[in-house]
């Protein structure tokens, strides 16, 4: 079946554009997770989106970014007046509900470059 | 969450079983052992997770010691494929999904 499915799958922009990488859970799922994995990192939370809840930005590095999650499905991150120290692989993950219990399906993330 | 050490790099022979051990000696007992891994250049890639009891699906089978202190993720016949970094997490807050340095697994011809 689909799994996450994430756009673009490349980013290259210059310092100060804004980016707005986009996220598809798996159908069904309530959960959505965004994460970043800087070159050799592990990944670092950054917001996470359950139902109609408001969402969890504790992750946030900045008010540069922000997320939304439009009708419980689809996402997007957004990163305003990028900065070089943003360049990352975003990732995001789906799972059927919250909760330990439940395992998180990441899409192939976003290689976002910022020059 | 609980902190996690697993060995930086592994070696296994195709087609032998891969034993990736993780030790969790400050788990907790609501908190669940996971297992991912990441292929160069994907996303992670969920294998299995268990609370106490061992745990065995298409991929692979987690066993986890009576304590909980530590657990073995089994790979019962290693392919090539299956060279990739492995993660061990142990988690109950859904926020902090952290990944450490893992397992680097080569599989050899």
């Known amino acids: 079946g689909a799994g996450v499915s994430q756009s673009p799958s490349n980013k290259v922009t210059e310092k100060g554009k804004d980016v707005e990488l986009r996220c598809d859970p798996i159908s069904g799922h309530t959960a959505l997770y965004w994460y970043r994995q800087s070159l050799g990192q592990g990944l670092e939370f950054l917001i996470y989106f359950q139902g109609n809840s408001a969402p969890d930005k504790s992750g946030l590095p900045s008010d540069r970014f922000s997320a939304e999650r439009t009708g419980g499905s689809v996402s997007t991150l957004t990163i305003q007046r990028t900065q070089q120290e943003d360049s990352a692989v975003y990732l995001c993950?789906?799972?059927?509900?919250?909760?330990?219990?439940?395992?998180?399906?990441f899409g192939p993330g976003t290689r976002l470059t910022v020059t | 969450d609980a902190k996690t050490t697993q060995p930086t790099s592994m070696d296994c022979a195709e087609g032998r079983a891969a034993n990736l051990p993780c030790n969790h000696s400050?788990?907790?007992?609501?908190?669940?052992v996971y297992w991912y891994r990441q292929i160069h250049s994907q996303g992670p890639q969920y294998i299995i997770h268990?609370?106490?009891n061992n745990e065995t699906n298409e991929m692979a089978s987690l066993i986890i010691t009576e304590d909980r202190k530590s657990s073995t993720l089994i790979l019962p016949h290693a392919t090539l494929r299956d060279t990739a970094v492995y993660y061990c997490i142990v988690r109950v807050a859904v926020q902090n999904f952290v990944f450490g340095p893992g397992t680097r697994l080569s599989v050899l011809p």
């Open positions: 400050t788990i907790s007992g609501n908190e669940y």
């Open positions: 993950a789906s799972s059927l509900s919250p909760g330990a219990f439940y395992e998180q399906y």
């Open positions: 268990g609370l106490k």
